[in-house]
């Protein structure tokens, strides 16, 4: 994934902010765009935290160093030393608040107080999915901008609508003035490529920032470039706690695996988008707390879901005991013909295996689920299971169209679907897909 650099093998360092007021959801686009996770729990920041993401830009490596504060009152002390050094800042207000768009102009204030009056600022009107809740239009938005001199996108951090395009539009545009001109932004290394010193000077800003360019971006305001799919489905991961489930989420969607993975505290979700046939199949697949002080979530969380991997640890008994249960849970709250894959994680380690192969068969075979055992950590059929789920669910869905619910998380576009007994019966076939 070329995309996402965690080493130092970058030409262009730049350090980027996020500001504006608490709730409007700024960790979470932060969370977006550098590791394609959403949390619907997420918390007030307390204080400061940061993340990085590399981009290519014409022929560099771009590294965004992106720091998130918190909105509230009480944290502002921090103010000097979180704007120092930053040559580009996402102003960030929630469509649906209109206090939060008041307040974009005290934020714009404080970051020209504290920065280069020149530095790349995106305006970003974020939760765009809550069409209903609107109380900003993208008109007023887009006259602040060109008034204020900035760029502006709504986004939606839960669809990924415009988050890529927002922080990619940010540093890019912060390259066309540094690889034209070297002059000094200071002694902050955060602002600083490789090799040389950096500065934004007036004219280079005004230079890159042309109107048209800002007018085109601004009209984008609700384009979706993540949109190139053909149908949506949600699909949810279940089991026990400390089965598996986040690694195998981060496997799929990021090709990443963590030895140091910690409990999901309430949910998070990621999406990725295959190819089955000749359509594009977006997954969007939600990653649940397996403790019991979470289950309160439980409707919440499978309401629209359409498939699902049940997951047990094949080393350890209980996890695998406790799948009947959880099987019952997932059935209770969603249509009982949703695509199920169980799934026997941890199989590299093979000397601590506590349930066989064919006791798992016989249970899936029994309850009328795919099985599958898989690796994590060695991407053993990670791949293959999600792959499997999504493929079947397509095979129903694109045969006939019935009801699956309102939740449009699980809809395809254009149409409405429903997964009927018979339909699944047909492509139900455990062999296919066991280990």
């Known amino acids: 994934m070329g995309a996402y650099r965690t080493d130092d093998d970058y030409d262009y360092l730049f350090k980027v ?14 969370s977006r765009f550098t590791r ?26 771009v590294k965004a160093q992106i720091w998130d504060t918190a909105g509230q009152e009480r944290y502002r002390a921090i103010t000097s030393a979180y704007y120092r050094g930053a040559v580009g800042a996402l102003l960030v207000y929630d469509v649906t608040r209109h206090v939060t ?53 709504e986004t939606s951090a839960l669809e990924s ?3 890529e395009n927002s922080f990619t539009e940010v540093l890019t545009q912060i390259y ?26 007036k004219d280079d800003v005004s230079a890159v920032k042309k109107r048209e360019k800002r007018r085109e971006l601004n009209k984008m305001g609700a384009y979706r470039t993540d949109d190139d799919y053909d149908y949506l489905f949600k699909v949810v991961l279940i089991g026990d706690s400390g089965v598996g489930k986040s690694n195998l989420l981060s496997r799929f969607t990021r090709n990443e695996f963590s030895l140091e993975s910690k409990s999901t505290i309430g949910v998070e979700f990621a999406t990725r988008s295959i190819q089955v046939d000749d359509k594009v199949v ?84 029994r309850e009328n689920t795919f099985f599958m055992e898989t690796s994590a950590l060695e991407s053993l059929n990670v791949e293959n299971s999600f792959t499997e789920v999504l493929t079947q669910i397509y095979r129903v869905v694109s ?8 939740d449009p998380a699980a809809l395809p576009k254009g149409q409405t679907i429903s997964v009927g007994k018979d339909d699944v019966s047909a492509v139900k076939k455990v062999g296919c897909c066991s280990a």
Do not use: C
């Open 17 to 30: 902010v996020l500001i504006g007021d608490s709730g409007v959801g700024k960790s979470n686009l932060l």
């Open 36 to 61: 394609n996770e959403f949390s619907l729990e997420s918390k007030s920041t307390i204080g400061v935290e940061f993340a990085t993401r590399s981009i290519q830009v014409d022929d560099k490596v």
């Open 101 to 153: 768009f008041e307040n974009v102009e005290r934020w714009l204030k404080e970051l020209r107080d504290h920065t280069d009056a020149n530095i790349v600022v995106m305006l970003v009107g974020n939760k765009a999915d809550l069409r209903h809740l609107r109380a900003i239009s993208t008109e007023d938005a887009t006259a602040f901008a060109e008034r204020e001199n900035t760029f502006f996108m």
């Open 161 to 163: 609508l415009n988050v």
């Open 176 to 201: 066309r003035v540094v690889s034209k001109k070297a002059l000094d932004i200071g002694d902050d290394p955060a602002a600083l490529p490789k090799g040389q010193t950096i500065s934004v000077g």
């Open 282 to 365: 977006k997954a969007q697949i939600w990653d649940t707390a397996g403790q019991e002080r979470y289950r309160a979530i439980t409707s919440a969380y499978y309401r629209g879901a359409v498939g699902a991997l049940l997951v047990y640890d094949v080393t350890r008994h209980v996890t695998f005991e406790n799948v009947e249960r959880w099987l019952k849970e997932l059935r209770d709250h969603t249509d009982a013909n949703i695509v199920v894959m169980l799934v026997g994680n941890k199989a590299d380690l093979r000397h601590l295996r506590a349930i066989s192969t064919e006791d798992a068969t016989a249970f899936a075979e």
């Open 399 to 406: 045969k006939k169209a019935l009801d699956i619910g309102d």
